[in-house]
């Protein structure tokens, strides 16, 4: 049984002939941005060594793409981002969820998540290296813990301030425990459940690059820190630009699935 949860309906009418004006909105400040960019290293106010051109960073792209390269390294740092991200927000929200419902759990893991939340990402990483080793798992790891972080502090939060009168409506249509968790809890805080999921994979492209700058030999992050150990500007460069739109568009998927939340249960 699901409950219907009153509330304001998002607005729905005209969305599809909104879109396009918004993603053009959008795009206006990276268009800038490149149009300064051009515009800095073509008057020559920037040395090419300190700021190549934009069409220097198109080619070292075209270059690592030619034989594959690129490809790799953005496939396994989505890899390992879909990895952590789906373990570290699954542990949140299981997490979360034990502390927001219940006040005894509360009190006994409150304190001990707050403070690990506290641990800088960096110190992490030489636990995980020597406990789990310079490969995949140590990676995964850290990503996972960067991420069930947010996902655990807003889906806490949000649990202990649903209306105690529609949990007590849930109980009176003979809802308890998974049931009135899943029914009535949940629905009502699923704007704050995917808030926290955005957080999350913000969370994970940071930590990504954390972990392969320190141990790896593939992925973006192992791009960044091998261009610069060859000083290749163009290629840093590429990297970040990679990061951002890849970081960008996980952000939109996670939307497009908050909308068809929204819609279903508000």
Do not use: C, Y
Not at 24 to 52: E, N, Q, Y
Not at 103 to 108: P, Q, T, V
């Amino acid at each position: 049984m699901t409950l219907t949860l009153a509330g304001p309906a998002p607005a729905r009418a005209g969305s599809g002939r909104l879109a396009a004006p918004v993603v053009l909105s959008g795009l206006i400040v990276p268009l800038a941005l490149l149009a300064l960019w051009w515009a800095v290293t073509a008057l020559g106010i920037v040395p090419p060594h300190r700021l190549p051109p934009p069409a220097a960073v198109l080619e070292a792209g075209l270059q690592l793409a030619a034989d594959g390269t690129l490809w790799r390294h953005v496939g396994i740092s989505a890899q390992r981002v879909v990895l952590g991200f789906a373990i570290g927000a699954a542990a949140g929200l299981a997490l979360g969820a034990l502390v927001g419902l219940s006040r005894r759990a509360n009190r006994l893991l409150g304190p001990t998540v707050g403070a690990f939340r506290a641990v800088p990402s960096l110190a992490w990483v030489p636990l995980l290296v020597l406990s789990l080793g310079i490969n995949e798992d140590s990676k995964v790891a850290l990503i996972a813990i960067g991420s069930l972080f947010p996902v655990f502090t807003t889906v806490a939060g949000a649990l202990r301030h649903v209306d105690p009168q529609l949990v007590e409506a849930g109980r009176a249509f003979g809802l308890s425990g998974i049931r009135l968790l899943a029914a009535v809890q949940l629905p009502a805080v699923v704007p704050s459940v995917v808030s926290g999921l955005r957080l999350a994979l913000a969370q994970a492209w940071l930590f990504l690059v954390a972990a392969e700058l320190i141990a790896s030999s593939m992925g973006l992050g192992f791009l960044l820190i091998d261009s610069q150990n060859n000083g290749r500007v163009d290629r840093i460069l590429l990297a970040i630009v990679l990061l951002a739109v890849l970081g960008k568009a996980s952000d939109a998927l996670i939307g497009v699935a908050e909308r068809r939340l929204l819609r279903r249960w508000l």
